[in-house]
């Protein structure tokens, strides 16, 4: 399985909050909330999320999505709900001891091994969605194979961001880009 990174940003980098203030557990983010997904973006999240195979999820990430997509019913028509719900789910985390969302294995040690054993299996994608830390340390141990971003046309001004100020440079070789008629950019990028 290639492993893929989906994240939503903002044009000046920030990934904090997307979906809402309450949705950071670190306290209130009161610039949450600016991903606004029009029609075509929300078809594209959708296509990659009938890709996944897997997801891997740092702790943060892990419980915002548990909290939500894991106690909603089945709405019947989401490819994001049947996919959470039905693949399974790895969680990168040495403080997770009960995970309770179905089909989820924690990955307490030799994190970077169990994450190149899963990439070593037949199937298409192993997924990660938003998850920053996660993300800048899976980039910089070389375990990225394509990245999507979904540029949102909103400068946020705060916020954690999804590439640090400080690191080693890297070239990106990209795939795709397109636009959506809100403004939404949405490019894939392979590390290169």
Request: glycine share 10%; aromatic share 10%.
């Amino acid at each position: 399985m290639k492993l893929t990174t989906t994240t939503q940003i903002s044009v000046d980098g920030v990934m904090q909050g997307p979906g809402g203030p309450e949705e950071d557990e670190r306290g209130v983010f009161e610039r949450g909330g600016w991903a606004h997904f029009d029609n075509e973006a929300g078809k594209v999240m959708d296509e990659i999320y009938l890709r996944a195979d897997a997801f891997l999820f740092g702790r943060r990430t892990y419980e915002i999505f548990a909290g939500s997509w894991g106690t909603w019913d089945d709405p019947g028509d989401s490819p994001i709900w049947t996919a959470l719900n039905t693949k399974p789910k790895y969680v990168a985390s040495t403080t997770l001891t009960d995970p309770r969302w179905t089909n989820t294995t924690v990955l307490a040690s030799s994190v970077a091994a169990a994450i190149r054993e899963l990439k070593a299996r037949p199937g298409r994608e192993l997924q990660v969605h938003g998850c920053g830390a996660l993300f800048r340390w899976l980039l910089n141990n070389d375990l990225v194979d394509e990245m999507n971003l979904f540029t949102f046309p909103v400068i946020v001004g705060q916020g954690t961001r999804l590439f640090p100020d400080t690191g080693r440079e890297r070239a990106l070789e990209l795939v795709s880009s397109r636009a959506t008629p809100s403004g939404v950019t949405i490019q894939v990028y392979r590390p290169s």
